[in-house]
């Protein structure tokens, strides 16, 4: 091999031609018709001049990657080369495509072994990025095939390549610049005989890609969480209850928070007034003021614009009681969730039943979950939010001990891992003495991420003081959570053996 003393990467120009035809015949020699025509190439760069690039050593053409901008969903899954290039014409390209198709790279074989079609693969992604675009999508030759097509199908093929039984220099480079296979092609590029007319269906995922919107609030990517931990005390009636918590919204608001997390059963207190009567009856009284305490948080809302997320409450619907909150977005509307697992003393005591509504929630901050106190020692309901989308799992809690307070914390931070997101957990402390069922609390509000290098190494970027009235402010970055689900040292989400099992639900 030569002395390389540079190495450039640039748009492809017309006056390339001639040279460009001479390495694509020395790269492709299986092929019958190895090279595009002149006028092919300048229809490339008239219509997409970003997307033809070529990689010159010592000034002289190493390799190229060819590419359109193509609306995917106008095409089958199923397509060829020739479909999805208009026979050549490049007319399926379009400006407002959502999909970076390549048509074409090559490396000419003096200088493969140089890491030089990485850096052409690099500068796709890059575009891709830049466009805003869904991904890279392209149909792979599996050039060594033929070899083994009279012992195995395309499917096993691709299987064994993967696991490195048989070597593919084609696919294997591929799948290590992070492409990963989604189908067969049959007939994808006539002539290929060396993949007997096979082809794979390659792709790669934008983890940036903001699906465009008229919004005039684009969906914020840096959130600022404002975790209250609430002080049980005694109060003469709901509107004394409810100037404390405009206080604590107040306060996290003048701190341009996005969120404001509430305790569960944050507003116990006001069940001293009934201490006369049995638990039972003391609770579904309690419950007669949810309705009030949910609109007067919807108003806080609106004009603290902040989102809250209001702990949970009591709340009886056709006669049965629920434990339930209410995200309170800040434009004025509202989501209900359910405590679906409700514990064994509230079933005793109370007489509560779990619900049954789970789902993710959207806001201008991403999707949040909201999982109420035990729900959080169930891993399966965060899976599930986490497959709608989840970025944030909030998790407002009660515990009277330690002990109690200890599997909310360590199952939150399990969820944060497993999950790829961030977990906030808020939770009420101190002593209600005129309250049967709710003498003591034990609390440390805390926000929680994964175990990776983008992040704390315990996976806690914040913590409040244990059993102290307080607020917790903590800023969560969502863009790194995407890049996580990437490039993560291990990626929980994608790594899952979906092969061996799937949950689902009802």
């Known amino acids: 091999m030569q002395n390389i003393e540079n190495v450039e990467l640039s748009f492809l120009s017309l006056d390339d031609y001639q040279e460009l035809k001479a390495a694509m015949i020395d790269a492709y020699t299986s092929l019958a018709d190895p090279y595009w025509e002149e006028h092919q190439i300048e229809t490339l760069i008239n219509k997409f001049p970003e997307g033809q690039i070529v990689i010159k050593v010592n000034d002289h053409i190493a390799g190229c990657a060819l590419s359109i901008r193509v609306d995917y969903d106008a095409f089958e899954e199923a397509h060829t080369y020739n479909e999805i290039t208009g026979n050549d014409t490049f007319n399926t390209h379009t400006s407002y495509g959502d999909t970076l198709y390549g048509i074409d790279v090559f490396i000419k074989a003096e200088f493969r072994g140089l890491r030089l079609g990485r850096r052409l693969y690099d500068y796709r992604k890059e575009l891709c990025e830049r466009l805003n675009l869904k991904g890279i999508t392209f149909g792979g030759r599996i050039p060594n095939y033929h070899k083994y097509a009279d012992k195995i199908s395309p499917k096993e093929y691709i299987e064994k390549v993967k696991r490195k039984e048989i070597h593919d220099p084609v696919l294997n480079f591929q799948i290590s610049n992070d492409f990963h296979p989604a189908r067969i092609l049959k007939g994808y590029l006539e002539g290929d005989n060396g993949s007997n007319d096979y082809a794979v269906l390659l792709k790669w995922s934008n983890i940036y890609y903001e699906k465009p919107n008229k919004e005039t609030v684009p969906t914020k990517k840096l959130v600022r969480l404002g975790l209250i931990q609430w002080q049980m005390r005694s109060y003469k009636n709901l509107d004394e209850l409810m100037e404390q918590v405009e206080y604590f919204v107040d306060a996290v608001a003048g701190y341009r928070s996005d969120f404001a997390l509430f305790p569960e059963f944050f507003n116990a207190p006001l069940m001293a007034e009934n201490n006369h009567i049995s638990e039972p009856q003391a609770i579904r009284e309690l419950a007669k003021h949810t309705e009030v305490i949910v609109q007067k948080f ?4 609106i004009s ?17 009681l629920y434990n339930v909150g209410y995200l309170c977005r800040r434009d004025g509307t509202k ?24 789902k993710a929630f959207d806001t201008d901050c991403g999707k949040i979950g909201v999982l109420v106190c035990y729900d959080s020692e169930f891993p399966e309901l965060s899976r599930i939010l986490a497959d709608d989308g989840m970025d944030i799992l909030f998790v407002p809690f009660l515990t009277d001990t330690q002990n109690g307070y200890s599997r909310v914390r360590a199952c939150s931070q399990a969820r944060a891992i497993e999950n790829e997101c961030y977990v906030a957990i808020a939770g009420g402390v101190g002593n209600l003495p005129k309250v ?55 990626k929980n989400l994608k790594d899952r053996r979906t092969d061996l099992f799937e949950l689902r639900k009802r």
């Open 304 to 320: 603290y614009n902040i989102n809250i997320i209001t702990g949970s409450m009591p709340e009886i619907v056709d006669d049965r």
């Open 335 to 358: 989501e209900r969730f359910e405590k679906l697992h409700v514990t064994p003393d509230e079933v005793k005591v109370w007489g509560m039943e779990g619900g049954t509504q789970l």
């Open 298 to 301: 919807t108003d806080l809302a």
């Open 436 to 490: 049967h069922n709710m003498d003591i609390q034990y609390a440390q509000s805390a926000v929680f991420t994964p175990c990776d290098f983008a992040f704390p190494a315990n996976g806690v970027k914040a913590e409040a003081t244990p059993n102290t009235e307080m607020i917790l402010i903590a800023d969560v970055d969502l863009y790194l959570l995407k890049e996580l689900h990437q490039f993560g040292s291990v």
